[in-house]
Structure formats: structure tokens, C-alpha cells
């Protein structure tokens, strides 16, 4: 798994330590990737929190795990558990 990161991302992109980043195989120069750590986490999570919160990624901000539990796609519960257990904890009702 990979976070994207997008050229004008200047703050996020300054945020991280160069070492974390390479670029897209399949975008256009500029366009970068920052892999997840040895146990699956952004290398940016410290503490359980966001070391970089105020300039994230915008794919970070706009991720959101409610999406699993709306459409019912399963989360793969060994390799996500966070996750998992997130959508676990949201119920959606409609009306049919």
C-alpha cells in the first residue's frame, strides 16, 4: 500500500523525510509515493497520531473508512485491523 502524493503538495512533501519518498512508477515526474512502515502504518504515525497532521496528504484527508460499512465491502481484518475495527463500529440504515 502506498499513500500519493501530488506535486503541489509543497508543505506535505517538506514534511517528510526524503529517504520515505520516490516517485510514481505510472504518473508523470513529480508525482510521489510514500510506503507504509514494516507493520503496515504510515511512517508518519507516532504516538498513534499524525507526526504531520497540519500538512498531510491529501489523499489522507480525504480518506475516510466510513465508506467500507456504507457500501458493505469487507476489510481484510489480518492485514488492516484499524480498520477493520472502525467500520465495525459504524451501522447505516435506509430506506429501501
Known amino acids: 500500500m502506498f499513500i500519493q502524493i501530488e506535486p503541489e503538495e509543497v508543505e506535505t512533501i517538506r514534511s517528510i523525510p526524503e529517504e520515505l519518498l520516490f516517485q510514481s512508477p505510472w504518473r508523470p515526474e513529480g508525482h510521489l509515493l510514500m510506503g507504509y512502515n514494516e507493520k503496515g502504518h504510515c511512517p508518519m504515525l507516532v504516538d498513534n497520531q499524525c507526526s504531520i497532521y497540519d500538512a498531510r496528504p491529501q489523499t489522507c484527508r480525504d480518506y475516510d473508512c466510513r465508506v467500507f460499512a456504507a457500501t458493505g465491502v469487507a476489510v481484510d481484518v489480518k492485514r ?4 477493520a475495527k472502525r467500520v ?5 440504515a435506509h430506506d429501501c
Not at 88 to 92: E, G, K, M, Y
Open 88 to 92: 465495525a463500529a459504524w451501522v447505516f
Open 80 to 83: 488492516q485491523p484499524d480498520i
